[in-house]
């Protein structure tokens, strides 16, 4: 009989480890999974006079369905390295399907700065295509297609302000 209540007592002992377990797991994943925070107009970043302008692409782009590491999936405008095979850098993205590959002339406005809230902390642009075959749509921009600065950083710089790479973009 002594035996059996042993048994018992550890088979509920065993549940009771695994619900706190589950609770555990859930409330950290609602910390490291809460949603982005529009940081647009938080004077830190520097954003909102660039917020609202319009550009035009000076090469190909391609428009793609990037799955991110929290297994979400964002359209993202990407620039030639990370599309098209014949570019001398060709890096396709990991987890990467191309939806379509946007004429020479599309326009696009940017939209947000986005703060990440999840493992990677940074920021990222958002932008709303004018021209493409699916106008309106909210895009994430490559950070190619961006000057560099302290939050968007290709490299040591401590300069604030937004700007496009001209390379890519121009007005």
Known sequence: MRKYLVI???IIALIAMVSISMHFLR?????VFRPDTDVTSSPEYNFSSFAGTVWK???RMALADLKQYTGKHDLRLLVPKYFDPTHPD???AHDMQIITVLPVGTRLRIERLMQNNGNWGGVYV????????NPQKTVYLDAML?????FASKGPTTSTNWGVEPEFLEK
Request: net charge neutral.
């Open 126 to 133: 958002t932008a709303t295509l004018l021209d493409a075959a």
């Open 27 to 31: 409330t950290v994943t609602m910390v």
């Open 57 to 59: 692409t000076k090469t």
């Open 8 to 10: 018992i007592f550890a």
């Open 146 to 150: 961006l000057e560099s600065n302290r």
């Open 90 to 92: 060709y890096t396709p």
